[in-house]
C-alpha cells in the first residue's frame, strides 16, 4: 500500500471522528478506502457516510446493489473490491452464475427488474450516458429514488475503485485476486 496506515493514537481529531464513526456503523470496522481517505479527513468524512448509505440504507435490494458494485469492481479493475464484494453479493443471494457472467465480462440472464440495473451501469460505465428507453426501464422498476441510489452507487465505487488501485490496496494476507479480464 503506497499510504502508510495510521494508528488511531496518532490520528489527529477530525481523523479520529471519522475512524470512530466507521468502526461504530455498520461496517464495524476499518475498511481500507476510508483508511486511504483518513489522511485527507475532509473527503473521508462525506465518503464514509455516503458510503454508509449506499450499503446499508439503498433503496436497491442489496443483491442488486451488490450486482452493480461487481460491475464497477470489473470496469476498474480494482482486484479488492471485486474480492470483497464477491462475497458480499453471494452472502446477499446473488447466483454465482450471475458473478461469473460478470467475471466474463458477458451479460448474465436476470428478471427485468435486475436487467434494468444491469443495462443502466453497463451503459453508464462503457458509454457514459444511458438511453431514454434504458432511463426509463430503471424508473418503472426502482422509482426516481432507485435511479439516484444507483447513480451515486456507482460514482461511489468508481471513487473506491480509484483509491484501491492508486494506493495499490491489495488483499489480505493469504488472500490471491481473480484476474479480472479487462473491459472490451
Not at 453508464?124 to 424508473?139: D, F, I
Request: charged content about 15%.
Amino acid at each position: 500500500m503506497r499510504l502508510p496506515a495510521i494508528p488511531p493514537e496518532a490520528m489527529t481529531p477530525a481523523q479520529r471522528s471519522v475512524y470512530d464513526a466507521t468502526v461504530a456503523g455498520p461496517r464495524g470496522r476499518m475498511v481500507p478506502p476510508v483508511a486511504a481517505w483518513l489522511h485527507s479527513p475532509g473527503v473521508a468524512g462525506p465518503a464514509q457516510q455516503l458510503g454508509q448509505h449506499i450499503r446499508y440504507e439503498s433503496s436497491l435490494p442489496r443483491a442488486w446493489n451488490e450486482m452493480a458494485i461487481l460491475l464497477v469492481a470489473r470496469h476498474w479493475g480494482a482486484s479488492y473490491e471485486w474480492y470483497a464484494h464477491k462475497r458480499m453479493a453471494l452472502e446477499a443471494g446473488l447466483a454465482p452464475g450471475v458473478v461469473d457472467e460478470i467475471l466474463a465480462g458477458r451479460p448474465p440472464a436476470l428478471p427485468a427488474e435486475a436487467a434494468a440495473i444491469y443495462d443502466y451501469v453497463v451503459s453508464l460505465l462503457e458509454k457514459r450516458n444511458v438511453s431514454a428507453a434504458r432511463h426509463e426501464a430503471m424508473v418503472a422498476h426502482w422509482g426516481t429514488a432507485g435511479v439516484v441510489d444507483l447513480v451515486a452507487l456507482l460514482g461511489y465505487y468508481t471513487l473506491v475503485s480509484m483509491t484501491l488501485n492508486a494506493f495499490e490496496i491489495g488483499l489480505p494476507p493469504g488472500e490471491k485476486a481473480e484476474v479480472l479480464p479487462p473491459v472490451a
